[in-house]
């Protein structure tokens, strides 16, 4: 298996009003993103080309949408990318632009 083009830890994954996993992972390999429970069991995932992901109109800015098989998740990464070493999930913007350079949209 191919080294991930994206992945975030310690990433609160949620569904409306509904926390799914506090502690998730976001994955970004061979074209697809995964959505994982903290365990590693997958939440949902999809082809890269058929997500949309997006900042919220209002809210911090560490949140993201990742619209996936017709569910809007809504993810809660960083506010900002940790230092080197440091733990840490890597800010909303970053994932947003993996997502759409994965998919071949520029970033």
Same mark, same amino acid.
């Given at each position: ?14 569904k ?5 996993t506090?502690a998730?992972q ?12 903290s365990?590693?069991s997958e939440i *949902?995932? @999809? &082809?890269?080309?058929a ?5 919220p109109? $209002?809210g911090?800015?560490? %949140?993201?949408? /990742?619209?996936?098989?017709g ?9 900002? *990318?940790? @230092? &080197? ?7 909303a913007?970053? $994932?947003?632009?993996?997502? %759409?350079r994965? /998919?071949?949209?520029?970033?």
């Amino acid at each position: 298996m191919a080294e991930p083009e994206f992945r975030a830890t310690g990433v609160r994954i949620g569904k409306r009003l509904r926390s799914l996993t506090r502690a998730g992972q976001v994955r970004i390999s061979d074209g697809r993103l995964e959505l994982l429970t903290s365990y590693g069991s997958e939440i *949902d995932s @999809a &082809p890269v080309q058929a997500v949309r992901a997006s900042k919220p109109w $209002f809210g911090p800015d560490d %949140r993201a949408t /990742a619209d996936l098989n017709g569910k809007r998740y809504l993810l809660t990464l960083g506010d900002h *990318d940790p @230092a &080197p070493g440091e733990p840490g999930p890597p800010a909303a913007r970053r $994932f947003i632009e993996a997502v %759409r350079r994965a /998919a071949g949209r520029g970033g």
